[in-house]
């Protein structure tokens, strides 16, 4: 169903994201939000800085948000938990305030919609990327 077309910085640090809901979030085999506890958000998280590393955009971190954003409009076109939810700040472990502004993002909603982003089982493959 995938309408948006992402741009290529958009795309590596979707790909990371998805990556790291492949390792991580999947491995911790819960079905539901309410199954996700605050340990389980702490290990699934990502601070901006290291996924811009790992997606090999440094240069990016301080204006992730942009791409962040296009990935939320792409998950939520997708019927799809925000999968940036996954990528906070790394002093305070919550997204920054451009979070609000995005597709289908409430920063009041993030512990939510993060939950809800752990649980989730229906994302691409990140090498479908």
């Not at 390792?23 to 939000?33: D, K, N, P, S």
């Not at 590393?53 to 942009?66: E, I, K, N, Q, Y």
């Not at 997708?78 to 979070?99: F, I, M, Q, R, T």
Request: with cysteine.
């Amino acid at each position: 169903m995938q309408t948006t077309r992402l741009t290529e910085e958009a795309r590596v640090l979707a790909r990371q994201l998805l990556r790291r809901h492949e390792q991580i979030c999947r491995q911790l085999g819960v079905h539901t939000a309410e199954e996700v506890t605050d340990g389980m958000i702490d290990r699934s998280i990502m601070a901006y800085g290291v996924l811009c590393d790992r997606a090999g955009v440094p240069f990016l971190t301080h204006v992730s948000g942009h791409f962040l954003g296009e990935i939320a409009k792409w998950c939520t076109e997708n019927e799809w938990p925000p999968l940036n939810a996954l990528a906070v700040n790394g002093e305070s472990k919550e997204p920054g305030h451009g979070y609000d502004g995005a597709a289908g993002c409430a920063l009041s909603a993030w512990v939510d919609e993060v939950k809800k982003c752990i649980a989730f089982s229906q994302y691409p493959a990140s090498a479908s990327l």
